[in-house]
């Protein structure tokens, strides 16, 4: 099951079960993230894209702090960022910059569309950084979502606006991310990795903030709670996503990362009144 090929009994079985557990990971993370992205473009609709990641990071920072003195856990792993966390974190601020800056100026269905690239290059970079083998069945079956995703998108069309370049931007720097969790010790925790991402991503909310030269706004209360409710499916999101990273065959887990733009294409429906054409 899950283009899974034939191994022995005992690895077998441990590996459908690990598979099974990123998959399922990996679709819980999609649906957080696409509720998050929902919130933080009609955030954005209200105050400036640069105030929403600001405040969505530092909330998120908070969270994940909190999350991680319950669990009595450093807040910050042991003896700083080592060469991979510097990394991901670099990684982490591409993908979180551009990928906002995209919710903020292009349509949500789109945005989305183009994230889901991200198995192919994420698979890709397993197969050359960590050496997984990967069969003509798993890349049968990612290269027909990517196909999928290409109705979507339309490339040739009309279907993506020029500002949707910046979601392509997010979507390398968030498969670079991807590969440097699977590759983070495993003695940094989750919580740990959420405040170093939550913490790029207000670094980032800064680095747009400078380069607009526009006056900081502080948020009214709608936009607030949509900054609030963001973070609080981030933390979610980017937990489980944590989770489903660190679990089973990259090749197997990353192609669920697709059910995102299943989810966003409702979402885009239902809230901000997009209307999917028959190809999509």
Known sequence: SLFAGPVAAGTGQRSV???RRGATFMVLAMAAFACEDTLVKSATQLVPAATVMTGFGLLGMALFAALAWLRRERVLPAGGLSRGLS?????????????????????????????????????GGAVWVFGERVGWRRWTAIGIGFLGVLLVLRPSGQGVDMAALFAVLGMLGFAGRDLATRAAPLTVTNAQLGVLGMGVLALAGLVVQGASGAVPVLPGPGAALRILGAALFGVGAYSALTVAMRSGEVSVVTPFRYTRLVFALILAVLVFGERPDPSM
């Not at 991901?88 to 100026?105: I, K, N, P, T, V």
């Open 17 to 19: 079960s690990t598979n």
């Open 87 to 123: 990394i991901r974190s670099a990684m982490e601020l591409c993908g979180r910059l551009f990928y906002s800056l995209a919710l903020a100026f292009a349509d949500l269905g789109a945005t989305s569309a183009i994230l889901q690239a991200t198995p192919l290059v994420v698979v």
